[in-house]
């Protein structure tokens, strides 16, 4: 993580990291002016805090309360050597907690990260720089030495490969940083990298070794960078939305017909059917998010269809709703790109059947496992720390190349069936074992959810979902029946990368299926994205009408000039709001596409909330309480503005009794919400005050830093393609 840090009046400091802000100061007597902690108070103060997280991770996964749990703290300082200390950590437990507990809560403060960190001894590294912005990749690892490690579907050495793409991303101007490692078995590691300027640019990497999760991580910071994942459902901003270009050099634009009918030149029949089979879909579905520019129409990426070669136009709207990320990779050549990407869609094909239609799978035999100690190595660790694992045969039959690892959790009765592909079986199977536990603790592992005979669960189409995000959708018990639907087969797809990417293109085409590959080498490394219509989306294609995130551009404009609106403008997106029927607790950051800081009323601001803000604006009381009332009922807000929305509440009441009169009640609410509550609550109510807490902006994204910032690192993609001038 990187944390900068600017020099403020007198001894007072501020750090500054991902959307958080830190001020410090020292005592006076130590002439600093005491309005904040010391640096090392904060030191101090982060192993307790630490230690109080990983308890309330334990108790919160056994529904332990944590009431009536209290933490401290002391620290004792060796008088003969100041930076000698003990730290003394008591915890206090309430007696109908059982032994075993005590015992687990004393072995999660172990393992507290702070702790971790001071006792292995961190290194220091302390250098002057030329630009600190340009520092870039400080933290990756450097190769060592002339070794040079291949492994199975790499068509380079790991220490190459890691050096190729850290020099990309360099190139760019963006500096990566690793943010957290984890090993927590044998021959699994996962890591998590982001974009120090901008962190909501971040992937996972996963590996047998640490160099093959750095290799995985980077490369898919680049396939994201170069699909433009990472600004998915992103107002791009005035500047880029009105550039000769908004995604790519090679992008074309197509006017919808008079009656908004989808225009001639995107998609082909084929898709057509898929995507438009009543004929709903109009070509206002498909303007993108990112620009907005209605006035231009619809942006369309080529991809070439691998039946005949021929270019077809994909609207990047249509791209974004339906596929995620589902079909992007980036490999040192294009095959093993390929092969990449089209075990990834096998993958995710092959698991949402297997989910949806219950389908018991065969084990993998014994003997089989053997094969591979390394990965045996690590299942057993997991089994000896109470996990049973079931290592199943996914490839239905040896139709496609799939492996299944699930993970059963006796403490909570959750399951968590983890799947990967590649032509190898080995290398699946080894796939299967690091998603598993990609970016989790043992803790996390406690998260996963039960599974069920409900049907009607696992074919719902949010589960599919929530197996793409992160596997831990439900899974059905028919999942577990000893007697299986398949009969094991020990699969081979392997080759050279181009044998076996013309393979795995095969086994599509043996389905008959129509497959469209897009190509980008414009940033120096090999990023293919591969399309399959009717089989490789994440979401259901009804979506493009009925759940579009294109929904943004009928708000987001209105709401960027909140304050700026009339009251007639203001009473219109209120009844557009009321009239759409969208979910009343969606965020605004969802709605409009806009990444405000999660710390801000902005950034917790949901369509209910600004619906209320909206009517005490013009002066809607009972429309206001109506809305206050649900408010109150269902939110997370932070106690700060669930106090001001009781207020708002008393003040309503009493604003709409004919009986009562504020002032009489006034002093009593001061004493129990504070006066400056008061003062807002009442010009809230009175009109005087219009949106408390959410600051002015527009259009131009003023003030607006967190998505300054993910913009600013589009610019660096959009100024490398310009400066390429094409793909």
């Known amino acids: 993580m990187e944390i900068k840090v600017n020099f403020l009046e007198n001894l007072r400091l501020e750090a500054k990291f991902d959307d958080f802000t830190v001020v410090t100061d020292q005592p006076i007597r130590y002439k600093g002016d005491g309005s904040a902690p010391s640096p090392f108070d904060y030191f101090l103060a982060s192993s307790a805090l630490c230690a109080a997280y990983f308890v309330r991770v334990y108790c919160k996964a056994r529904d332990i309360p944590t009431e009536n749990i209290?933490?401290?703290?002391?620290?004792?300082?060796?008088?003969?050597?100041?930076?000698?200390?003990?730290?003394?950590?008591?915890?206090?437990?309430?007696?109908?907690?059982?032994?075993?507990?005590?015992?687990?809560?004393?072995?999660?403060?172990?393992?507290?990260?702070?702790?971790?960190?001071?006792?292995?001894?961190?290194?220091?590294?302390?250098?002057?720089?030329?630009?600190?912005?340009?520092?870039?990749?400080?933290?990756?690892?450097?190769?060592?030495?002339d070794t040079s490690t291949y492994i199975e579907g790499k068509d380079l050495p790991l220490e190459q490969t890691i050096a190729n793409m850290s020099g990309i991303l360099a190139d760019l101007g963006m500096k990566i940083e690793i943010a957290s490692w984890r090993n927590i078995v044998p021959h699994v590691w996962s890591l998590h990298i982001r974009d120090a300027a901008s962190p909501m640019c971040f992937t996972n990497g996963k590996g047998a070794t640490k160099e093959s999760a750095l290799c995985s991580a980077l490369g898919e910071f680049i396939e994201r960078l170069s699909c433009n994942f990472f600004y998915n459902d992103q107002f791009f901003g005035e500047d880029i939305a009105n550039s000769e270009f908004v995604h790519y050099p090679n992008e074309k634009w197509f006017k919808p017909g008079p009656d908004d009918e989808l225009p001639d030149g995107i998609l082909d029949d084929h898709c057509l059917a898929i995507y438009n089979p009543e004929g709903e879909l109009c070509g206002s579905n498909l303007i993108d998010t990112n620009s907005g520019r209605t006035d231009r129409g619809i942006v369309s990426l080529p991809f070439v269809r691998q039946s005949d070669g021929e270019t077809?136009?994909?609207?990047?709207?249509?791209?974004?709703?339906?596929?995620?990320?589902?079909?992007?990779?980036?490999?040192?050549?294009?095959?093993?790109?390929?092969?990449?990407?089209?075990?990834?869609?096998?993958?995710?094909?092959?698991?949402?059947?297997?989910?949806?239609?219950?389908?018991?799978?065969?084990?993998?035999?014994?003997?089989?496992?053997?094969?591979?100690?390394?990965?045996?190595?690590?299942?057993?660790?997991?089994?000896?720390?109470?996990?049973?694992?079931?290592?199943?045969?996914?490839?239905?039959?040896?139709?496609?190349?799939?492996?299944?690892?699930?993970?059963?959790?006796?403490?909570?009765?959750?399951?968590?069936?983890?799947?990967?592909a590649h032509p190898s079986f080995e290398v699946a199977l080894e796939r299967s074992l690091t998603e598993l536990l990609q970016g989790r603790s043992f803790e996390n592992l406690n998260d996963v959810p039960a599974p069920t005979f409900s049907t009607q669960a696992v074919t719902e189409p949010n589960n599919f979902v929530e197996h793409f995000i992160d596997s831990t959708g439900v899974v059905s018990w028919r999942f577990f029946s000893a007697k299986s639907d398949l009969e094991f087969c020990e699969w081979n797809f392997s080759g050279t990368n181009e044998e076996e990417a013309r393979t795995l293109f095969g086994i599509l085409e043996d389905l008959g299926k129509e497959v469209y590959v897009a190509t980008h080498e414009d940033l120096g490394a090999p990023v293919c994205r591969?399309?399959?219509?009717?089989?490789?989306?994440?979401?259901?294609?009804?979506?493009?009408?009925?759940?579009?995130?294109?929904m943004a551009l009928d708000y987001r404009e209105d709401i960027l000039n909140l304050h700026a609106l009339s009251d007639d403008q203001l009473a219109d997106l209120a009844e557009r709001l009321e009239a759409s029927q969208l979910d009343n607790y969606m965020t605004i950051i969802s709605l409009i596409g806009i990444e405000f800081d999660e710390n801000t009323v902005w950034g917790q601001l949901t369509i209910l909330e600004l619906k209320l803000l909206i009517c005490l604006a013009l002066q809607w009381h009972e429309e206001a309480q109506e809305f206050v009332d649900m408010f109150l009922q269902f939110n997370d807000n932070t106690v700060e503005r669930n106090l001001f929305y009781r207020a708002v509440n008393t003040v309503l009441e009493i604003t709409l009794d004919d009986e009562l009169e504020l002032p009489d009640y006034l002093p009593n609410l001061q004493r129990m919400f504070g006066e400056d509550t008061m003062a807002a609550v009442v010009g809230s109510v009175t009109g005087e005050v219009r949106f408390h807490g959410l600051t002015p902006t527009s259009m131009k994204l003023e003030g607006l830093e967190k998505h300054q910032r993910l913009v600013d690192s589009y610019k660096k993609l959009h100024a490398a393609r310009a400066a390429k001038g094409g793909l």
């Open 312 to 420: 077809v136009y994909f609207p990047s709207n249509l791209i974004e709703n339906l596929f995620l990320s589902n079909g992007m990779s980036a490999g040192n050549t294009l095959p093993e790109a390929q092969v990449q990407c089209l075990s990834e869609i096998f993958e995710r094909a092959v698991k949402k059947q297997i989910i949806e239609e219950e389908m018991a799978l065969p084990d993998v035999p014994q003997s089989v496992l053997d094969k591979y100690p390394h990965i045996v190595e690590g299942i057993n660790t997991l089994e000896e720390q109470g996990f049973p694992i079931l290592v199943k045969d996914a490839s239905l039959g040896g139709r496609f190349p799939v492996m299944c690892v699930t993970l059963m959790n006796p403490r909570n009765g959750g399951v968590f069936a983890s799947f990967g």
């Open 530 to 550: 591969i399309l399959v219509p009717g089989y490789s989306e994440v979401y259901p294609v009804e979506d493009l009408v009925w759940d579009n995130t294109n």
């Open 70 to 145: 209290r933490l401290s703290q002391n620290n004792i300082v060796d008088p003969e050597n100041r930076y000698n200390q003990i730290f003394r950590i008591e915890v206090e437990l309430p007696e109908n907690i059982s032994d075993k507990d005590r015992q687990g809560i004393l072995r999660s403060i172990d393992r507290c990260t702070v702790k971790k960190v001071v006792q292995t001894g961190p290194e220091f590294q302390i250098e002057t720089v030329e630009n600190l912005d340009e520092d870039a990749q400080a933290l990756l690892m450097a190769p060592e030495g």
